[in-house]
T-cell receptor, first 114, second 113 residues
Framework: AQSVTQPDIHITVSEGASLELRCNYS??????LFWYVQSPGQGLQLLLK??????LVQGIKGFEAEFKRSQSSFNLRKPSVHWSDAAEYFC????????????FGTGTRLTVIP | EAGVAQSPRYKIIEKRQSVAFWCNPI?????LYWYQQILGQGPKLLIQ????????DSQLPKDRFSAERLKGVDSTLKIQPAKLEDSAVYLC???????????FGPGTRLTVL
């Protein structure tokens, strides 16, 4: 079955430490890939997206993600986490055929400790 | 540029009651989406409009949920009658065209008692 998997429900990191959030997808072809962030009481904000080309994608707020076709992964990284990065992070895909429907993973909640 | 507006932000109702949510997309955005986000899960698409026509409503529970986008701008999502399992955040999003970046509103948090 087609799916988006975020294996980590909750991650805690110290401020200033590096961060990697995992995302795997299971589709017949490479979909369009996205990372969104959701702060408490806020809507979803797009961090970055991958459609094609360079597999290392730069986003806003110092985030980057790397697409690895062989592993069907699109992991999100940040070299140094700030307290304001505490939020819920969602990986999402859009199938390249059909309507522009986003399929989301279940999310990873990030806690940042001082 | 104003973002996607939604109202109300919070709503508490008894089961079997009716409720409606309103969404005003970003000006000029042709495509509008309604998502349901149950606690602990990622958002799930309920319905997608292109202007005032429905593109995809395959995940919409049509026995109790309805949505419309008259004049291709604002949209309303209605639940009638509500069930306990409808407790969720209802997110509206819009995009310039069908295959463009989606911008999300702050959501409406619905609690059904």
């Amino acid at each position: 079955a087609q799916s988006v998997t975020q294996p980590d429900i909750h991650i805690t990191v110290s401020e200033g430490a590096s961060l990697e959030l995992r995302c795997n997808y299971s589709y017949g072809a490479t979909p369009y890939l996205f990372w969104y962030v959701q702060s408490p009481g806020q809507g979803l904000q797009l961090l970055l997206k991958y459609f094609s080309g360079d597999t290392l994608v730069q986003g806003i707020k110092g985030f980057e993600a790397e697409f690895k076709r062989s592993q069907s992964s699109f992991n999100l990284r940040k070299p140094s986490v700030h307290w304001s990065d505490a939020a819920e992070y969602f990986c999402a895909v859009v199938l390249q055929t059909g309507a522009n429907n986003l399929f989301f993973g279940t999310g990873t909640r990030l806690t940042v400790i001082p | 540029e104003a973002g996607v507006a939604q109202s109300p932000r919070y709503k508490i109702i008894e089961k079997r009651q009716s409720v409606a949510f309103w969404c005003n997309p970003i000006s000029g955005h042709a495509t509008l989406y309604w998502y349901q986000q149950i606690l602990g899960q990622g958002p799930k698409l309920l319905i997608q409009f292109q202007n005032n026509g429905v593109v995809d409503d395959s995940q919409l529970p049509k026995d109790r949920f309805s949505a419309e986008r008259l004049k291709g701008v604002d949209s309303t999502l209605k639940i009638q009658p509500a069930k306990l399992e409808d407790s969720a955040v209802y997110l509206c999003a819009s995009s310039l065209v069908l295959d463009n970046e989606q911008f999300f509103g702050p959501g409406t948090r619905l609690t059904v008692l």
